[in-house]
């Protein structure tokens, strides 16, 4: 029943405080905490009284050597711990190393003594430098501020790098470096950038990539080497290496200028290739060709010579028969290099030619016409004496004539 409806003892939720004269007895609550120490130790609940009883000596002091006792196990018992399997256990005492456990159940002085910080040596960590892959909205996508740097060219990139490592000495890693990832990603940064401002922007998108991650990840590790961090670099993953967004159109016009220059280089380079090997194969031919016609050329001099000294010493020997047989062969040659037939033709005066190559492709043989005497018609055939001669047959009519002509 509330205090304000019919029938209540009229008295509000406030009422009584002006009752209290003072503060509360101190004497009163002394000895209610001596009753219940009594109590607890086995003292009893005290007289009729109310006054307490005395303690048992005895029995206090087993009671608190018990009490004690039990603390002092289960502090003990507190000091047990397990290291899974790819942890490493530190031990320190009041902040100073111990040692380092392995995988397994050990044991160290509880608390506030000694404590053991447990590392994950196995653990795959990675830090991001220009981007972010997770998280906030916030936190996510390209970072301009660690991404966009110079290169040695005075160019922009904008470059995105995955840094994976993981714990090689735990020790060092507690205790020589307040935060390794942070210390890990500022380096990494410095080492990035180190890097790229050293190379050219082309270097940089182009061939050089590999080559960049190298340099960066041996960079990275001797600086936390040095800083005796305990962290051991696995793996550097270049993510991304472009330029920036605001001349990226331009950027891939250059490229597809520099493709098609490289293709243009490879076509001129396929028709070299294609050229110059039937060039030089050509020219070796006609170097061939020159040294064969320069060896033939000497041998046809020196047999002429050779012929010439022969022929002399017999010309010494014999020179009208000599002399004969020389303008013979001599006729003989010029006459069979021509393609006409002198015919001496003894009826008449007149020389008659004859096209006996054209003649002789038809018949074997062919008789040559009558001439007469006085009209030069060839009506009638002449007699078998009139008979074309052969030019071997000619030349010794020539060269008989000649002799006779040379002798009158």
Do not use: C
């Amino acid at each position: 029943m509330s205090w304000n409806e019919p029938g209540g003892d009229k008295k509000d939720p406030w009422s009584g405080r002006g009752d209290q004269k003072g503060p509360p007895d101190l004497d009163e609550a002394i000895r209610s905490l001596q009753e219940k120490l009594g109590k607890f130790f086995g003292g009893g609940n005290g007289d009729n009284d109310g006054s307490p009883r005395n303690f048992a000596p005895g029995n206090s002091i087993k009671s608190l050597g018990f009490l004690a006792g039990g603390a002092v196990v289960l502090w003990g018992l507190s000091g047990f711990y397990i290291v899974d399997e790819g942890n490493h256990g530190v031990e320190t005492r009041f902040g100073q190393y111990i040692a380092t456990t392995q995988s397994g159940w050990n044991w160290h002085l509880p608390a506030p003594i000694e404590r053991v910080d447990i590392v994950n040596v196995k653990q795959q960590r990675y830090i991001e430098v220009g981007y972010r892959s997770g998280g906030s909205e916030q936190a996510t996508g390209s970072v301009p501020k660690e991404a966009l740097m110079l290169t040695k060219d005075e160019n922009y990139v904008d470059v995105r790098l995955a840094v994976q490592y993981q714990v090689k000495d735990a020790k060092q890693f507690i205790f020589n470096v307040v935060n390794p990832a942070l210390t890990l990603k500022q380096v990494t940064e410095s080492a990035l950038r180190g890097v790229v401002g050293s190379s050219t922007m082309d270097f940089v998108l182009t061939q050089g990539r590999s080559e960049i991650v190298t340099l960066i990840k041996k960079e990275i590790q001797d600086v936390m080497d040095s800083y005796n961090s305990g962290v051991q670099v696995t793996s550097v993953n270049l993510q991304d290496a472009q330029p920036p967004e605001q001349v990226q159109n331009s950027f891939e016009d250059a490229i597809k200028a520099r493709e098609d220059e490289q293709r243009l280089i490879n076509e001129a380079e396929a028709y070299s290739n294609d050229v110059v090997p039937k060039a030089r194969g050509a020219a070796a031919r006609k170097i061939q060709e020159a040294e064969g016609y320069k060896e033939q050329v000497i041998a046809q001099a020196q047999g002429e010579t050779n012929r010439f000294s022969k022929l002399l010493a017999e010309y010494v020997k014999a020179p009208d028969v000599t002399r004969k047989r020389l303008y013979i062969e001599s006729m003989e040659a010029v006459m069979s290099e021509t393609g006409k037939v002198l015919v001496d033709v003894k009826a008449g005066n007149n020389l008659l030619y004859l096209p006996l190559d054209k003649m002789m492709e038809h018949q074997p043989v062919m008789q040559a016409p009558s001439m007469n005497s006085q009209s030069g018609s060839a009506d009638q055939p002449q007699s078998q004496s009139q008979q074309i001669a052969a030019p071997e047959q000619a030349v010794e009519r020539a060269s008989n004539r000649s002799r006779d002509a040379r002798g009158r």
